[in-house]
């Protein structure tokens, strides 16, 4: 048995543990032989009690205990954890059609969809030539009918008046000539 | 106390805290060489495991697997603070022989107070790699034996022998390019 094959197994006879198989008695003989195995083995010994001078010392502080969740938690994570991905498309969702204006429409026209994420078309301040010819013919209509009754108002009242006045002259003549 | 944390006692798991902080503490401060990374690390452990009880199938290796998230924790830690670290402190080599300090256990114990004594073993201990030195701290500290050891660094146990062994000699090398004699 050579030194450098056994050195390893040094530590079987450094911890002679119970219930641990004890070194192998090839390995006793040789320790017992061999010098500069004894002198190492030794030198093993003497550094184990120089480690043991290193003593324990207590922690710096005590360990915050970790507490558990909160029961109501432990109910609802495992819930939150499968709804989670379509509450948030849910609320993106909803968030789209609040902020854009979104109107949604069925009636008896159909179904329609319409945002405000368009720009609407911007209404002329002016008519165009077309329009301001057919606003005038119909403010001319309108004062062709309005002049026509307006007339036929003064003819009858001229009429009216002219009547009264003919009557009036018929009756101071007839007075005169029974005077006469 | 174990068994009743895992049907959900809240006061068991709160004792339980209070008996094994001390350890984990003294476990992640031994590896990472820093107090307040330690603390750090035994609000992490506990957190872990507060949240991973269902994971534990044997009430009887408790231990073990605290040790092992506690480990987890430090390596963790270890790689946020600097990814490219591999030691804490250089050591500082001495010439063999000269102004050499002594661990040996004289009466007095004059030549270095227990503050130094300490450092020196962490910076020996911070010079190893991280599997000689976990076994190490495992076995010679956390009071672990050989099987355990393989058991929380998921290791076979002639691994977990060989580790031991070569972090014990390379403690050894390291305390004497430190200048020390034990």
Redesign the interface.
């Known amino acids: 048995m050579k030194c450098d094959e056994i050195?390893?197994?040094?530590?079987?006879l450094l911890?002679q543990?119970q219930?641990?198989p004890s070194a192998s008695p090839e390995l006793q003989a040789h320790i017992r032989s061999c010098p500069a195995c004894q002198r190492e083995l030794a030198?093993?010994k003497?550094?184990?009690?120089?480690?043991?001078?290193?003593?324990?010392?207590?922690?710096?502080?005590?360990?915050?205990?970790?507490?558990?969740e909160p029961a109501l938690g432990r109910i609802l994570f495992p819930f939150w954890r499968v709804v989670r991905y379509p509450a948030i498309a849910a609320l993106v969702t909803l968030a789209f059609l609040g902020l854009s204006n979104a109107q949604i429409r069925w009636n008896r026209d159909g179904f329609s969809f319409t945002t405000g994420l368009r720009p609407q078309a911007v209404q002329a301040s002016y008519y165009t030539k077309e329009e301001m010819k057919e606003i005038l013919e119909n403010v001319m209509n309108i004062s062709r009918q309005d002049n026509f009754q307006m007339m036929q108002y003064m003819l009858g009242t001229l009429d009216s008046a002219h009547a009264t006045e003919l009557r009036a002259i018929t009756r101071q003549i007839k007075e005169s000539r029974s005077r006469n | 106390m174990i068994q009743r944390f895992l049907e959900g006692d809240e006061q068991a798991f709160t004792e339980l805290v209070r008996h094994w902080e001390a350890r984990v503490f003294n476990l992640a401060w031994r590896y990472l060489g820093n107090r307040e990374d330690a603390q750090d690390v035994v609000q992490e452990t506990f957190l872990s495991v507060f949240k991973s009880a269902k994971n534990l199938r044997d009430p009887g290796s408790f231990r073990t697997w605290l040790y092992r998230i506690t480990l987890n924790h430090c390596r963790s830690h270890r790689r946020r603070r600097s990814p490219d670290l591999s030691l804490d402190d250089p050591l500082q080599c001495k010439e063999d022989g000269e102004g050499e300090l002594t661990l040996s256990m004289t009466a007095g114990r004059d030549s270095l107070d227990s503050l130094e004594i300490r450092d020196l073993i962490r910076k020996a201990l911070m010079g190893l790699s991280e599997e000689h030195r976990t076994a190490i701290i495992l076995k010679e500290y956390m009071g672990l034996n050989l099987e355990e050891v393989a058991r929380v660094m998921d290791c076979p146990l002639s691994t977990a022998k060989s580790r031991l062994y070569h972090g014990l000699r390379g403690v050894q090398r390291n305390l004497v390019r430190i200048g020390v004699r034990s």
């Open positions: 050195k390893e197994r040094f530590v079987e911890y543990e219930g641990t030198g093993l003497e550094l184990q009690a120089t480690l043991k001078l290193w003593g324990d010392e207590p922690p710096l502080r005590p360990t915050v205990i970790p507490r558990p």
